[in-house]
């Protein structure tokens, strides 16, 4: 079974499924480009060095027990 999940495009907003090959999660391969040239000409960037206290809260999440394998 394919897996879907409806998302809006993080350029235009339109909806589109997150999954879908080569797109995802971009509705087009012009909202693609313009992402790959955001990140090119530096306007998505970290704003400050991370620290490894900003890693504590994702150390043991919820649920990560279950990723534990058994020794016998």
């Not at 909202?31 to 990140?39: A, E, F, R, V």
């Not at 400050?48 to 016998?72: C, V, Y």
Request: glycine share 4%; charged share 30%; aromatic share 10%.
């Amino acid at each position: 079974m394919a897996k879907t999940a409806r998302v809006q495009c993080p350029i235009c907003k339109k909806e589109n499924d997150f999954f879908v090959e080569p797109l995802g999660p971009f509705c087009s391969a012009r909202c693609k480009m313009i992402d790959l040239g955001s990140w090119l000409d530096e306007d998505y960037r970290i704003s400050e060095p991370l620290r490894p206290d900003h890693f504590a809260n994702f150390e043991n999440p919820p649920g990560s027990e279950l990723d534990q394998t058994e020794e016998h």
